[in-house]
């Protein structure tokens, strides 16, 4: 039995991740905005063993929430699925961007780690200098591509962790709308896999992949010059480095 830590696992592909790894055996931790979607959360996932909260908008709550997790102890595996689509370029940047890297430096480091981007990151660009000075200009494709290079970051940082990033398509959840063309099923379960799998081509470091299968990512993303200064600037905007090895 495994221990993991799902955000946005109020709704969406976090609840149905959550509800896939209950079922399986293992044990998870929710987390929602709020008390009131924490509550309906653990209604949703009946089996989960806790529920956190923190707004992810904040840093200040999702420092809070990362001291939650870790007053729970390690965790096998942390899923950051949480993420924001069509709302304000701040509100992309600090729950899509931001979030991911605090929590990221600030929980015990799991054995796994795995980061929800998105197809859409190919059309993304890092736009770092944006980052202190105009943060509208920030896109919900380049905050995807900011998850996959802290994916990568961690895969080449941090050894004895497996971390890989998974585009769970267009999937008809609330955030992709109903029309959504892809499988929702196979949209969730590559993350879940990777969670958990013994599976040999589970347990592999800095992929990008679609429905368990690698998959074509942004060459902006293996730039490790470009990728230490993501780092510097996220230490920079947050006042909490991203800690080494």
Not at 152 to 179: F, I, K, L
Not at 224 to 235: G, I, P, S
Request: net charge neutral; hydrophobic share 40%.
């Amino acid at each position: 039995m495994a221990k993991i830590f799902i955000t946005g696992s109020a709704d969406g592909l976090g609840q149905l991740s959550a509800n896939a790894l209950v079922n399986q055996g293992h044990d998870v931790v929710l987390h929602a905005r709020n008390a009131a979607r924490g509550r309906e959360a653990l209604k949703k996932v009946e089996g989960a063993s806790h529920v956190l909260t923190g707004d992810l908008s904040s840093m200040e709550e999702t420092k809070n929430l990362a001291d939650q997790v870790n007053a729970l102890g390690v965790f096998d595996a942390v899923i950051h699925n949480a993420g924001v689509y069509q709302t304000a370029a701040k509100e992309i940047f600090a729950i899509n961007t931001i979030a991911p890297y605090l929590l990221t430096c600030l929980i015990q480091k799991p054995k796994r780690l795995v980061y929800l981007s998105s197809g859409m990151h190919l059309q993304g660009r890092a736009n770092l200098d944006s980052f202190k000075t105009n943060i509208n200009r920030i896109s919900y494709s380049d905050s995807k591509l900011h998850v996959l290079m802290l994916c990568m970051a961690v895969a080449h940082e941090w050894t004895g962790v497996y971390s890989n990033a998974v585009d769970p398509g267009w999937v008809p959840t609330r955030m992709g709308g109903q029309g959504a063309p892809d499988d929702l099923e196979k949209g969730y379960e590559t993350q879940t896999w990777l969670a958990v799998s013994d599976d040999d081509h589970a347990k592999v470091n800095g992929r990008y992949l679609y429905h368990r299968k690698e998959k074509r990512h942004n060459p902006e993303a293996d730039d490790v010059m470009l990728r230490e200064r993501f780092l510097k600037v996220c230490h920079e905007v947050t006042g909490i480095p991203f800690p080494r090895r």
